[in-house]
């Protein structure tokens, strides 16, 4: 069922101010930085996969070891530096929104 992208908008708008103003909760982060695992793990489960992740990680930080150290600073992560996060970087003034609407007969 189609809903309209203002709804869709108003939505996030909403889970990121909830967020901003405190709304996570320690579990929140554990289940995210358990994603971030699962989800390396699988990128490495393969040599495409693994020359993806140097390439990646060698245009991102200029370094392809920089990998190695990144997920012990994702599970550094604390719910404090989420909220302020949000807070910061979040913020409605900062927000840039883009609607993306089909062409007729797409």
């Known amino acids: 069922e189609a809903v309209e992208a203002a709804t ?4 996030a708008h909403d889970v990121v101010e909830k967020m901003g103003g405190g709304d996570v909760t320690d579990r929140d982060v554990a289940k ?19 020359a993806e992740v140097i390439a990646s990680y060698e245009l ?6 920089s990998f190695f150290s990144m997920m012990e600073k994702i599970e550094a992560v604390t719910r404090d530096d989420v909220v302020r996060a949000c807070a910061r970087y979040f913020h409605p003034d ?7 609407i089909p062409e007729s007969g797409s």
């Open 8 to 11: 869709v908008e108003r939505a």
């Open 94 to 100: 900062r927000r840039t929104v883009a609607t993306l």
């Open 32 to 50: 995210a930085i358990n994603q971030i695992r699962a989800e390396t793990i699988r990128d490495l489960k393969d040599n495409a996969g693994r």
């Open 60 to 65: 991102m930080t200029g370094d392809w070891r």
